[in-house]
């Protein structure tokens, strides 16, 4: 297999220089995917790997390059002071912003927004002393979700605990039994209020001034076995369609609207909810692309990506033409996935990635590099592809999506088997509700 064709250019369609800075090649596929439509790309990955050689043109430092780019585009929180200093130099920018990036990262902050736009939020309150909060439980027995913040919250997001008994007696007992552990990972975290339901996220463009349409509707799975089971991992796989702004739009990232105009933020903004009769409760910001989230966007969005980005990241007004029906995704990966286990890791490392027939449809790149015209696993986190497919109803997204995994041969390759499996009945509670209108 080779790194893309690059066919199906049109020649007169205007080229751009795209600049993708990563602290840890996020964006790959989605950099990929610009280069094969004949743009030029460059790429700045602050963890230095060998993921993408020889397939993108990588780069030791960004900064020098921000006169030669047309656009440029931050894949990740992090970067939100030096996106901001960009954009008040009248350069195009894609991603980051002081705002967004606390949106994301300071759990408290984002809950407060919430409130403040006048979303409905789930009860919150914020602890640093473990014995405290089991007081807390004691004192008001209920359902609640204990999730690491602060510092620590994307490091320990593996550790989020949800309570299943309606009197707290199981996180309770939980927080008592491993507080001496936990308080030296954690310092920080928040018990919120457990609510049942649909869990579902929407995500819009934003270009600056005014929101991008059609929005996108989509259902994480975030667990390492179907089901729902095992440990949190980043997401083993999303279900999405298009949609013109419904209600779960306009009562959620619709209202986000003034304050991302104030502070100038040009990118995807995303906010996961778990909705039931009673409301819609924003849980949690994700304001960036989503992984795999943007390679499943991919699958839906039929313009132009090079086209696409250069015409958000300069305030243009621009209509998204998707496919009707809807996507599936599925993220593949190796042992030792989703842990950081690096002599594990050197097992898989280089082996080949084969196709029984000679097409990538639908195949999108996580951790690999090209070597001798092969694909071959590479980085330290067993993250290799993202497969995607599209159908009219959501089963036959999932059977196209599925197809397209049976073709590739990989050793130990694994996966979840059930990613979209709950849409009709999912469906049938956001229908009831009112929520898709």
Known sequence: MTNGNGNGHHQDKPKYKFLFISLESLSGDLAWKIKNEGHEVKCY????SDEYDGILEKVPEWKSLTDW????????VGFGKEADQLRRAGKAVVGGSEYTDRLEEDREFGQTEMKRLGMLTLPSWNFSNYDEAIQFIKNNPGRYVYKPSGLSAGDFRGLLFSGKEEDGKDLYEILEQNKKVLEKRIKQFQLQKFASGVEVAISAFFNGNEFIYPINVNFEHKKLFPGELGEMTGEMGTAMFWSDPNK????TTGKMEEGLRKTGYVGCIDINCMVNGRGIYPLEYTSRFGYPTISIMMEGILNEWGEFLYALANHQQYELKTKKGFQAGVVCVVPPFPYDDRRSMEI???LSILFKKPTIDGIHLGDVRIVDNTWRVAGNS????????SGTTMEEARKQTYGRIDNIMLINMFYRTDI???WSEDSDKLQTWGYLY
């Open 45 to 48: 990955i602050k963890q230095v």
């Open 420 to 422: 979209g499996a709950t």
């Open 348 to 350: 898989y490392k280089d």
């Open 382 to 389: 067993s993250y290799v592809l993202v497969v995607t497919g």
């Open 248 to 251: 779960l739009f306009r009562e």
């Open 69 to 76: 780019a047309d656009v440029i585009v931050f894949d990740d």
